[in-house]
């Protein structure tokens, strides 16, 4: 499977984010590959009404009905029609392992399925303690990079990660940098069901064609 954070990227953003929902539906069903779209609150409700694809967001808050100005709210999330949700990306950290955990409770308690990040094996250790849907690793000082991917920099720590995730039976995804089918490859070759991709994409001239070629690495 493939994840496609598209951040607060103009490229993922209003009337472009249904646009590019639209080329990864259209690569799904070609593909065959489930590709999943990750986009900002502020979209999700028509990105969910224009596609049949699985719809996630990119955070939600761990608090409930309240006096909670500007927070995101799981049970609003999951009303709408999302999927899912990631949690603690790099870009998006929570600010203690308290609210993760009752951030991952109340997703689950709203129907949500999660992915939490981890930016290193020790971090990834503790979030499958979590029971989350999915568990990623992602080392920060790769996300964005156009050139070196997590599978090449990284791979011994990916077959690590894998180790640990499935002895909580839990699937690993991985991200940062991916940018070719070669990455798709060998991130599943060590153990991974699937990858996170964002820049790649949303940045993409040609997404589909990009994309495509991503699916490829599932062949
Ligand atoms: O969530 C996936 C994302 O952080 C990876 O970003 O730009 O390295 O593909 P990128």
């Given at each position: 499977?493939?994840?496609?954070?598209?951040?607060?990227?103009?490229?993922?953003?209003g009337?472009?984010?249904?646009?590019?929902t639209?080329?990864l539906?259209?690569?799904?069903h070609?593909?065959?590959?489930?590709?999943?779209?990750?986009?900002?609150?502020?979209?999700?409700?028509s990105?969910?009404?224009?596609?049949?694809?699985e719809?996630?967001i990119?955070?939600?808050?761990?608090?409930?009905?309240?006096?909670?100005?500007?927070?995101?709210?799981?049970?609003?999330a999951?009303r709408?029609?999302?999927?899912?949700?990631?949690?603690?990306?790099?870009?998006?950290?929570?600010?203690?392992?308290?609210a993760?955990?009752?951030?991952?409770?109340?997703?689950?308690?709203?129907?949500?399925?999660t992915?939490?990040?981890?930016?290193?094996?020790?971090?990834?250790?503790?979030?499958?303690e979590?029971?989350?849907?999915?568990?990623a690793?992602?080392?920060?000082?790769?996300?964005?990079?156009?050139?070196?991917?997590?599978?090449q920099?990284?791979p011994?720590?990916?077959?690590e990660?894998s180790?640990?995730a499935?002895?909580?039976g839990?699937?690993l995804?991985?991200?940062?940098?991916i940018?070719?089918?070669?990455?798709?490859?060998?991130?599943?070759?060590?153990?991974a069901?699937?990858?996170?991709?964002a820049?790649?994409?949303?940045?993409?001239v040609?997404?589909?064609?990009e994309?495509?070629?991503?699916?490829?690495?599932?062949?």
């Amino acid at each position: 499977m493939i994840f496609v954070n598209y951040k607060a990227y103009e490229e993922g953003s209003g009337q472009k984010a249904v646009a590019l929902t639209r080329i990864l539906e259209e690569v799904a069903h070609l593909s065959q590959v489930k590709i999943v779209p990750v986009v900002q609150v502020i979209d999700a409700e028509s990105i969910v009404s224009s596609t049949s694809l699985e719809v996630w967001i990119q955070h939600v808050d761990p608090v409930s009905f309240g006096p909670h100005t500007g927070w995101t709210l799981p049970e609003e999330a999951a009303r709408i029609g999302v999927a899912g949700v990631f949690l603690n990306h790099s870009e998006h950290k929570f600010d203690n392992f308290d609210a993760l955990y009752t951030a991952n409770k109340k997703a689950f308690e709203a129907n949500l399925k999660t992915l939490i990040f981890a930016g290193d094996l020790e971090e990834l250790k503790k979030i499958c303690e979590l029971a989350p849907t999915f568990v990623a690793y992602e080392p920060p000082e790769l996300v964005g990079s156009t050139t070196i991917s997590v599978a090449q920099a990284k791979p011994e720590v990916i077959s690590e990660a894998s180790e640990v995730a499935k002895t909580k039976g839990i699937p690993l995804v991985v991200g940062a940098g991916i940018h070719s089918r070669d990455d798709i490859k060998k991130s599943l070759e060590l153990g991974a069901v699937g990858v996170a991709v964002a820049t790649d994409i949303v940045k993409a001239v040609d997404p589909a064609k990009e994309l495509l070629d991503l699916t490829e690495g599932f062949k």
